[in-house]
Structures are given as structure tokens and as C-alpha cells.
């Protein structure tokens, strides 16, 4: 194994298989352009920074697209993987409703030393949403002002 970021982080039996397949086989790699809504979060304290563009029906409010792009380790960009996945065809309101521990769970977990990854694709989505509703001039019920550095934060696990 190699030491440093990247796939050096990844163990042997650490992870998931899911979490292995995000992060080996990550879903919706990219950047959306004129995107609805783009929100970049970050952890001063590890060092990852996760950034998530969202594609928002203006009829519909519904996300046809979401891309990311996630500086990080392994399970960084295994949590940004599946948390798009997990908001593509819902309403703006159902991808608020995407918590840290959705995330979590459709990965089948996190190693507790990474659960602060789930957070971070949680605050992005948040982010992005805050993004299209202040180019919108509306307000999603709910939703809070994102923060750019989550490495205060609280971590809630299982």
C-alpha cells in the first residue's frame, strides 16, 4: 500500500463493497454547465473538498442532473458518488431530505474515521440548493445557509 491520499487510504476489508464500487467506478464525474445550482464545501481539518452541480427542472422542480467533483480521499469520493445518485429524479424538497446517513447507509457504512465524508456530501447538496434558490429568489422550507468549512461540525453516526 501506498501512504498518502487516494486509493492508498483504501484497506482491505475498511470498506464496502459498495463503497469500494463508488470509489472505483464513481457515478456522474463532472461539472454541469449553467448549472442551477453549484455548492462547494470543504474540511480544513483532512483536507477534502467536495463540490456538487445540480441540473433543476424550473417546471417541475425536479434534478434531472447532478454532477460532482471531489478533491479527497477514497470514501470522499465514494460519499459524493452515491449522494448524487440519491438526488437525480427528486424534488428539490426529497434532495434536502438527503441526510449523511442516506449516504451512509445506501454505502452500507462508513469506517467512523470517515463519516465526516457523509457530511460533507450532505452539506454540498445543501450548498447547491441554497445556490439555485438564491439565483431563483425563493426559499426552500428547511434550508439553511451552507457552511463552507464543516470540520466544526458535529458528526452524527449509528
Not at 441526510?99 to 450532505?122: F, I, Q, R, W, Y
Request: glycine share 8%.
Amino acid at each position: 500500500m501506498s501512504s498518502g491520499r487516494g486509493a492508498g487510504d483504501i484497506q482491505d476489508n475498511m470498506y464496502s463493497e459498495k463503497v469500494m464500487d463508488h470509489f472505483n467506478n464513481p457515478r456522474n464525474v463532472g461539472e454541469i454547465e449553467n448549472a442551477s445550482g453549484i455548492g462547494t464545501v470543504g474540511n480544513a481539518k483532512c483536507g477534502d473538498i467536495m463540490r456538487i452541480y445540480l441540473d433543476i427542472d424550473e417546471e417541475t422542480k425536479i434534478v434531472k442532473d447532478c454532477k460532482f467533483k471531489t478533491f479527497g480521499c477514497g470514501a470522499a469520493v465514494a460519499t459524493s458518488s452515491m449522494a448524487t445518485e440519491l438526488v437525480k429524479g427528486k424534488t428539490i424538497y426529497e434532495a434536502l431530505q438527503v441526510t449523511n446517513k442516506a449516504v451512509m447507509e445506501a454505502l452500507d457504512g462508513l469506517p467512523p474515521v470517515k463519516v465526516h465524508c457523509s457530511l460533507l456530501a450532505e452539506e454540498a447538496i445543501h450548498a447547491a440548493l441554497w445556490d439555485y434558490a438564491q439565483k431563483n429568489n425563493i426559499e426552500i422550507e428547511g434550508l439553511k445557509p451552507p457552511k463552507a468549512d464543516i470540520s466544526e461540525e458535529p458528526v452524527e453516526e449509528d
